[in-house]
């Protein structure tokens, strides 16, 4: 099932328009170049829809999850690679920036179990940080929308 479509809506916005747009400090990356280099990555016959860099960081947007790529280490060699589907999310925290050097933080809650209706559901959480310029309201309600829909979808 693909459950992330660019031409789906969440509240009368558009996911493809939201994301595009969302994440200013980043620099879009095309999805042939992304492709080439994270490739190894995706499942059979999963396409990336959209991605961003931030420095040696990349996240990427398929139909179906959110891939994190996190370079480590002084050369960047090491690699750490985390998906989070898009629809196990539940829950979505935001934290702004206050005065000083705090950055905003937005946080997304997901479920990790294979049975989301099993009786010991098992959770995890993602943090992401931006500076704290970076707005992260329209990105918070995006998920927070999508959040919303999963809970009504594995509650019912």
């Known amino acids: 099932m693909r459950y992330f479509s660019l031409n789906q809506t969440t509240g009368g916005i558009s996911i ?8 200013g400090n980043y620099s879009e990356v095309t999805a042939e170049e992304l492709k080439q280099q994270y490739g190894g990555y995706l499942m059979p016959d999963e396409k990336i829809q959209m991605g961003f860099k931030l420095v040696r960081d ?8 959110l891939i994190l790529i996190d370079h480590q280490g002084v050369t960047g ?46 959770v995890a959480a993602y943090k992401f940080e931006f500076g704290k310029k970076f707005n992260l309201q329209p990105l918070y309600s ?13 509650n019912g």
Not at 16 to 23: K, R
Not at 58 to 65: A, S, V, Y
Not at 142 to 154: F, G
């Open 142 to 154: 995006a998920l927070i929308s999508l959040a919303h829909h999963n809970r009504k979808r594995i």
């Open 58 to 65: 990349t996240f990427i947007l398929t139909e179906e999850r």
């Open 77 to 122: 060699k090491k690699t750490r690679v985390a998906s989070i589907h898009l629809d196990s999310i539940y829950e979505v925290t935001m934290e702004t920036g206050g005065t000083g050097f705090d950055d905003s933080e937005l946080t997304i809650h997901y479920i990790t179990s294979p049975y989301y209706k099993a009786n010991n559901v098992q």
């Open 16 to 23: 493809a328009n939201l994301f595009g747009g969302l994440f």
